[in-house]
Structure formats: C-alpha cells, structure tokens
C-alpha cells in the first residue's frame, strides 16, 4: 500500500501539535488520577516525587535546582509531602549541615498506581489507533524522549535517567 507523502512539518507546527496533545493528555491523566486509589496529588509534588525518584536519594539544594525553585519553596513542598507520609527527610550521611529526602514506600506506590492508571487511559485511545500509526507514534515518542533528556541532562534540570523506569515503572 502507497504511503501518502506528506510536506515537511516547521519545528513550530510540531510545538504545537505537541503542546496541544499534552494538554489532552493532562486531561487523560488526570481521569487516571482521580481514580487511582491513593487519589490525586498536587502537579508540584508529583514532579517533586518524578524527580526524587529520578536522583535517588538528595538534597534539598538539588531538588530546588531540578525543579528551579526557591529553597525556601522547596522546603514547604517537602514538608507538606513529609506531612502526608510520601517522602521521608534524614541528616545527609555526606554533610551535618544538609538534609536529605528520599521517597518512602507510599510515595514509590503512589508513583505506581498514577502510572499503572495513566496507561490505562492512553492505552484505551491506542487500541482506537491503527497499529501502523500507533507505531509511527512510538518511533517519534522515543526519538522525542531521547532528545528531550539529552537536553535536560544538558541544562542541569535532570539526569539521563528516566521518569518510571528507576523502579522497572512506567
């Protein structure tokens, strides 16, 4: 079968055919989050948790610089996620005077459960796809990834490793 052609896409019209399918996948997302069984939690502290997860166990300076905020609003962030049992905080073992924060067990299941419901969601529209476009779909998603890891790693805002797979998650 003829594979139609198709003109060459500006880097703007990708930007914002991508922008306007992450919007609806916040609204997937969010479905799969409402019925999660832990419930929804706040944007800020799930990517707090992404990027704990991420580091491993951190500092609150580093967690401030991967989430470029102020260390004053990182510490709040913490302790509200401390307060509901979803990360754990310890004097560093590298540093008396600095504070680690690692994720507990309710803040790796809470991960898991948002991430086992989100595909849920995404894989109901999928099954909708033609496997030849879910396929074209999956090569440009993971070129998408690459690069877009690549280009955080490169401006500090995170290391190659990535999002759900820390665990064997996502």
Known sequence: MPRSIRPPVSRDDAAQTLDAVAELLELLWGRGQEA???GPVPPSQLRALIVIEQGGSMNLRSLGEALAS????????CDRMEAVGLVRR?????SRREVEVALSPLGEQVLRELRDHRAREVRAVLEQMPSADVARLT??????????????????GGSRREPGRATGTG
């Open 36 to 38: 999660a069984p832990s």
């Open 70 to 77: 102020r260390p004053s609003s990182v510490s709040r962030l």
């Open 90 to 94: 310890a004097p560093s073992t590298t």
């Open 139 to 156: 090569e440009g998603l993971e070129a998408f990834r690459a690069t877009a890891l690549d280009h955080l790693a490169e401006r500090g």
